[in-house]
């Protein structure tokens, strides 16, 4: 119900705190056009590259000191380290950050290990860590691979249509288990001059060996597999490990990665490695390359910092940031907003990728998320960029409306068949790849998500095909979507308030009343879940733990989110909208931008999050600037 309005916030003084944030935002694009945030995750990232380094004997001292210091700085107080700001102590990367330490010449006996440590076994150990961070171990004979889930390499010959092919898994997945299939065939040990004795407690995971259950299963299937990998004769195995070797070169980008993010990159280097490839191979040597690229060296207090960005966002966070200056009122012929828009035309993605395996028929078109990433665009990146580009007054119209068609030509044979898009395949569903022993960590499959077809159906509205099939079934899943709160779950962004204020607004341009039943429970959940002092936040632990749905610390983001879908449902003067904005005006910083150490986006639903540093900014940016021109 809509609350009586109480004083607004003083127009000038938004307008104000508005002009500021353009002014930061605008001082933060590159000089190629770009805008790119940190992208801050977790020390797994540090942690694995000098495990990576250390495995092929290429750690060098001053990598090492740096990544160690920066690896003490983000343990807690309880000895522990986490997946995200304030959140609860993680086993996994508590162990991985642990190793690394030790690599860097860290005591056990040293107080800040032996904290580790009691967290470690007082959690089940290393016998209880995922198994990503046992395949490390694994690597350095800590673990024994006998003790792994088996990955063949044969299943690269899998036909597409046969269940647990390799596009049955997510694109981010499957670039993580083909080379990971040639790792653990091979199953190389490098020992370390150290155990790990002191992280162990001696109890095992029980398995599930009850055939009629998945779980059951594949457990007996995987005992299957590790006997013939024992077998003398493999008469297949010869010709997956090339064949698999042949898919993980066609696939790396143009900057040196695979996929543009931390995993594949990772194991593409390993297994290319392990078969032989030389450093000075052309792949290898760009690989790394490419990996200094990620790298963040900072200077503290305390010394010299490297961190490692498991990805990069500058499509992504350029496409935002045009809206956001449009929103604010920037004229769409501005510098700043033209050089962007060619440098975003330059990114268009115009070959086909895996996602053709799906949908051979459709032609290419879109972009990804990062500088480089042709053989993954993104149906997320792809809709924002649409959305961007088509406000913008450039010079060379044909140009830009030629790239948009291409665009949405391309999003609409992206659609899967219930009416939804996932962000980088079309029917990535089959939810039996998720039942493997191998997944025990993060989204293995990518179906479609609420946020994500939020996007494409607002940009489908926007180029006037509302009344297109595929924007009314779009709508449709939205509708049938909603949460029984009122809300909608996020699945790239934390989370029932990044999915909430991603599909109202789509739904209001879509011609969904904001009289209507869904859209009225949707103010009311955000109405509820507004904090004290006005603004609104939500723990990610709200992905495992219902009871943090819509709680948390007040955050610039998340704030922003639920004045965009609020202003969208028509709640311009609502006491709730007043409250938010005056938050905003109230917390930010004297440069124009938003503390936020919390993380807001997401990886990985529960596994793993992201603090896009330029969400702090382009967000209230945009809920601002829409206020604004509410009034």
């Known amino acids: 119900m809509t609350q009586i309005a109480e004083p607004p916030a003083p127009v000038r003084s938004t307008a104000d705190t508005l002009a500021r944030a353009v002014a930061h935002l605008k001082g933060l694009q590159q000089d190629g056009g770009w805008w790119k945030g940190e992208l801050e995750t977790n020390v797994t990232m540090d942690a694995e590259d000098l495990l990576l380094r250390e495995f092929l004997g290429i750690r060098t001292a001053r990598e090492t000191e740096e990544a160690a210091r920066w690896i003490r700085s983000q343990q807690r107080e309880d000895g522990t380290w986490a997946t995200f700001y304030g959140g609860p102590g993680d086993l996994s990367t508590t162990v991985e950050a642990w190793v690394a330490l030790r690599l860097a010449g860290d005591s056990p006996e040293a107080p ?9 076994q007082a959690n089940g150990g290393l016998e209880a860590t995922r198994v990503f961070t046992r395949i490390w171990l694994a690597l350095f004979g800590l673990w024994s691979w006998d003790d792994l889930p088996n990955m063949p390499p044969e299943l690269i010959f899998l036909p597409s249509w046969f269940p647990l092919n390799v596009y049955d898994w997510a694109c981010w997945a499957r670039q993580t288990v083909v080379p990971l299939t040639i790792v653990s065939t091979l199953r190389p040990v490098r020992p370390l001059p150290f155990g790990v004795d002191e992280l162990r407690t001696g109890v095992r995971k029980r398995k599930n060996l009850k055939p009629w259950t998945w779980s059951g ?13 024992k077998l003398p004769v493999k008469p297949l195995r010869g010709l997956a490990m090339r064949t698999a070797a042949e898919w993980i070169l066609a696939r790396q980008e143009a900057d ?27 792949a290898v040597k760009a690989g790394f390359e490419g990996l200094e690229g990620f790298v963040i060296r900072e200077e503290t207090p305390d010394g010299w910092v490297r961190r490692l960005e498991a990805c990069q966002s500058p499509v992504w966070d350029t496409g935002l940031a045009v809206t956001a200056l449009l929103d604010a009122g920037v004229p769409a012929d501005d510098p700043a907003v033209l050089k962007a828009a060619d440098w975003l035309l330059g990114e268009e993605v115009r070959v086909p990728g895996d996602w053709a395996v799906k949908r051979p028929t459709t032609p290419p078109g879109g972009w990804a998320f990062e500088f480089a990433n042709d053989i993954y665009p993104d149906t997320d990146d792809t809709a924002e960029v649409v959305l961007a580009l088509r406000r913008v007054a450039h010079p060379d119209r044909p140009r830009v409306k030629e790239a948009i068609g291409r665009a949405v030509v391309w999003l609409q044979g992206m659609q899967s068949g219930d009416g939804g898009w996932g962000a980088f395949d079309a029917d990535n569903t089959r939810e039996l790849t998720t039942k493997l022993p191998f997944c025990d960590f993060g989204a293995v ?32 899943w939205l509708l049938d979507a909603q949460e029984d709160n009122g809300s909608w779950f996020g699945r790239w962004g934390a989370n029932h308030l990044y999915g909430t204020g991603a599909v109202v607004p789509a739904l209001v341009a ?3 009343s904001s009289a209507d039943p869904a859209i009225r429970r949707a103010v009311e959940w955000l109405e509820s879940c507004q904090n004290p002092d006005g603004g609104w936040g939500e723990d990610l632990r709200s992905y495992r733990d219902p009871a943090w749905i819509g709680k948390g610390d007040s955050t610039a983001s998340q704030t922003a989110w639920a004045l965009l879908a609020l202003l969208a449902a028509g709640e311009r003067n609502s006491s709730t909208v007043e409250r938010g904005v005056r938050w905003l005006t109230e917390t930010q910083r004297p440069d124009g931008t938003w503390d936020e150490p919390q993380f807001t986006g997401t990886g990985f639903p529960g596994d793993f999050y992201i603090n896009y540093h330029l969400y702090r900014l382009v967000f209230p940016v945009s809920a601002l600037g829409r206020y604004l021109e509410a009034a």
């Open 112 to 120: 800040h290990m032996r904290a580790a440590e009691s967290f470690v």
């Open 217 to 229: 299963a594949f457990e007996y299937l995987d005992k299957a597999l590790h006997t013939y990998a």
């Open 256 to 282: 040196g990665s695979w996929g543009g993010i931390q995993p594949p990159w990772v194991y593409s280097l390993l297994a290319l490695h392990l078969l032989g490839y030389s450093f000075d191979h052309p």
């Open 445 to 476: 499959i990518d179906p479609p998500s609420a946020d994500v077809t939020a996007h494409v159906v607002e940009m489908l509205v926007a180029e006037g095909l509302a009344g297109t099939e595929e924007c009314r079934r779009g709508v449709r």
């Open 510 to 512: 879509a011609g969904v």
